[in-house]
T-cell receptor, first 122, second 107 residues
Framework: GAVVSQHPSWVICKSGTSVKIECRSLDFQATTMFWYRQFPKQSLMLMATSNEGSKATYEQGVEKDKFLINHASLTLSTLTVTSAHPEDSSFYIC??????????????????FGSGTQLSVL | GQNIDQPTEMTATEGAIVQINCTYQTSGFNGLFWYQQHAGEAPTFLSYNVLDGLEEKGRFSSFLSRSKGYSYLLLKELQMKDSASYLCAFYFNKFYFGSGTKLNVKP
């Protein structure tokens, strides 16, 4: 099955520093990758959609200058949390949608998730 | 707007059958998905429906009725390892997730 690798699994940083999270599709090309944030006992909240070679589309209320997304290749997207603060502490999960499908919904529309990154800002 | 409702929490007994419901309001979607998520881990895909009806995959089945704005996930022969959160999501250009149902399986 499709594998999405996300690193690091957890990170602790000081307030004011920046943290980069990587998301790689290991055995398929991902035209589109999604970044989610999940607070304890809550569901996944979509932060942004990144498309290879173009600017990310951010959801309402998500600061694009704070959460920098780069999708430079078909297998790699990165999320950088800039000037992190304690309220940014959360579980961040990326997901990737395999490229393909000729319209309509196919098994290619299934999302494959990375293992997540637990960010703790002190 | 998009809105998805699921029960917050459910409890069932090992070996039993449990049905987790999901109702939604949306102008349209391509597919209805169910994911399982254990605490501190990423969601894993369980099942999805494009057309109305029942999709069966081993111990897990999912049902969809577009006219009623309703889906459910059916888990048979419950095992202790099935204790997890179950997320209902629909796909319409992007994925929209419900808040999840925490299932507690007791001996």
């Amino acid at each position: 099955g499709a594998v999405v690798s996300q690193h690091p699994s957890w990170v602790i940083c000081k307030s004011g520093t920046s943290v980069k999270i990587e998301c790689r599709s290991l055995d398929f090309q991902a035209t589109t990758m999604f970044w989610y944030r999940q607070f304890p006992k809550q569901s996944l909240m979509l932060m942004a959609t990144s498309n290879e070679g173009s600017k990310a589309t951010y959801e309402q209320g998500v600061e694009k200058d704070k959460f920098l997304i780069n999708h430079a290749s078909l297998t790699l997207s990165t999320l950088t949390v800039t000037s992190a603060h304690p309220e940014d502490s959360s579980f961040y999960i990326c997901s990737a949608r395999p490229h393909g499908g000729l319209g309509g919904l196919s098994t290619n529309e299934k999302l494959f998730f990375g293992s997540g990154t637990q960010l703790s800002v002190l | 707007g998009q809105n998805i409702d699921q029960p917050t929490e459910m409890t069932a007994t090992e070996g039993a059958i449990v049905q987790i419901n999901c109702t939604y309001q949306t102008s349209g979607f391509n597919g209805l998905f169910w994911y399982q998520q254990h605490a501190g881990e990423a969601p894993t895909f369980l099942s999805y429906n494009v057309l109305d009806g029942l999709e069966e995959k081993g111990r897990f089945s999912s049902f969809l009725s577009r006219s009623k704005g309703y889906s459910y996930l059916l888990l048979k022969e419950l095992q202790m390892k099935d204790s997890a959160s179950y997320l209902c999501a629909f796909y319409f250009n992007k994925f929209y997730f419900g808040s999840g149902t925490k299932l507690n399986v007791k001996p």
